[in-house]
């Protein structure tokens, strides 16, 4: 059985010092950012290109619910000292354990290849040249940033890369926006209840609120707790639990506001370009691009093309991460970018394996839609469970000790579980009906 790395640490409580507030945010921040990833990308472009202004309210409702949610997963790794698989292995029967961190991995790899897909066709698109190379030497490198940087040096890295969602942003300036449209459909909801609608929504959902997201955020507060000399998981050390959770509000919504409002942007350039213009088929981040071209312009086309390539070197380590950490959790082996490859052979295993069956999927003749729609489908149905799962831990004083969330936040997180579980049980009544 692997030494649990908080052992060897002292009793003393590190005091925390007053730091600049871009340095205070971390794993909610890049959370946020992963969130916008290429796969995320190409179905925010694919619901504004089919239905027009018709599904910008998603992303405003999911705002809340996502930090609610996402602040409940970072707290349990905050407290408790372990991530979400551990505090699964520790606490719930093996066969939830294992069903829930295989259809992550499934899932998971999935979205690996179509975002190094996407990456590596954006590329193209840019300087020419076969994408098949670019998908190569894209995986390469994302391995490589993991297996070669320390913690310390990974994670500023990550947050530099949040930079490049800036660029969709830039792009709304060469399009015309309907302003008094855009207010009405999203404070009156233009819903459809057809199957074509209720499953691009269930893949909006599952990609804004990915269990991916949960297991990476909790993970990462564990790291930064671990990286701190002395400091300890808030219920073995209340002392600064004050600060500390103070800290992870702040970030975990900067975080979100940050990646919904590039959601919104991504989603408000494809209604008002792409379906404006009749274009309503969108199959890929890429595409999506290439269709901007003829309609805003090169220099618009480059801006969407290029934030497509920064959002993928940072969406990819998270995503083979997330996987790391829960299948290394579920079997007890040492884990952490805070450790050196020698250290944790198999949590960087898991990291390149990942990646590699990644890149493997985009030489097969799988079509690059079918795998998106079903990556997010399978991400929002997934969710479900999971969710459910992290709002009973976080409420156990077995887990939590004295910090059990509070009433507030226990109905936000349990709000965003049932849109999830409404969302997924309207697709799944549309294809029976």
């Known amino acids: 059985m692997a030494p649990e790395p908080m052992a060897a640490k002292t009793a003393t409580t590190a005091t925390p010092t007053p730091t600049p ?12 950012a992963a969130d916008d ?10 619901a504004g290109a089919q239905f027009g202004l018709g599904m910008v309210w998603s992303v405003l409702l999911t705002t809340p619910l996502m930090v609610g949610i996402q602040i409940v997963s970072a707290r349990i790794g905050r407290v408790s000292g372990h991530g979400l698989a551990r505090n699964l292995r520790d606490h719930y029967p093996r066969p939830l354990l294992w069903g829930i961190v295989s259809l992550l ?4 790899t999935l979205n690996i290849a179509a975002d190094i897909g996407a990456m590596g066709e954006a590329m193209r698109l840019v300087l020419g040249g076969r994408p098949h190379v670019y998908v190569v030497l894209f995986g390469v490198l994302v391995v490589a940033m993991q297996l070669l940087l320390p913690y310390s040096r990974l994670a500023p890295v990550l947050k530099w890369l949040t930079l490049s969602l800036f660029a969709y942003v830039g792009v709304v300036f060469f399009v015309k926006i309907p302003w008094r449209e855009l207010v009405v459909a999203t404070i009156v909801p233009p819903i459809e209840l057809t199957r074509d ?19 990476w955020q909790a ?10 000399a002395g400091d300890e998981p808030l219920r073995f050390s209340p002392d600064n639990a004050r600060t500390h959770l103070r800290r992870i509000k702040i970030d975990t919504y900067i975080g979100m506001i940050f990646s919904n409002t590039i959601a919104f942007f991504i989603m408000l350039t494809a209604a008002v370009s792409l379906h404006t213009a ?11 691009a290439e269709a901007l071209r003829p309609i805003a312009g090169d220099f618009a086309f480059v801006l969407f093309a290029a934030g497509i390539i920064g959002t993928g070197l940072l969406a990819v380590p998270v995503l083979a991460g997330s996987a790391a950490y829960a299948v290394a959790e579920s079997m007890n082996w040492p884990i952490g970018h805070g450790l050196v490859p020698r250290h944790a052979k198999g949590f960087y295993a898991i990291i390149t394996v990942s990646t590699a069956l990644g890149v493997l999927l985009g030489f ?28 009973r831990m976080a409420v156990r004083p077995d887990i939590m000790g004295p910090f059990v969330i509070t009433f ?26």
């Open 21 to 32: 507030m871009l340095q205070r945010l971390g794993p909610g921040l890049i959370t946020g």
């Open 364 to 391: 097969t003749p799988i079509d690059p839609i079918k795998a998106l729609v079903a990556t997010a489908v399978i991400n929002g149905v997934v969710a479900v469970p999971i969710m459910v799962v992290m709002m």
């Open 197 to 215: 609608y209720l499953l691009l929504l269930v893949g909006v959902l599952g990609t804004t609120i990915s269990p991916y997201l949960f297991f």
């Open 37 to 46: 990833d290429p796969s995320g990308i190409a179905t925010y472009s694919q």
């Open 278 to 288: 009749g274009i309503q088929d969108i199959t890929s981040s890429a595409q999506a």
């Open 105 to 108: 991995c499934i899932a998971n």
């Open 219 to 228: 993970s990462q507060e564990v790291e930064e707790q671990r990286m701190v």
């Open 408 to 433: 507030r936040l226990r109905r936000l997180g349990w709000a965003a579980t049932v849109a999830m579980a409404i969302a997924v049980a309207g697709m799944l009544v549309s294809y029976v009906v």
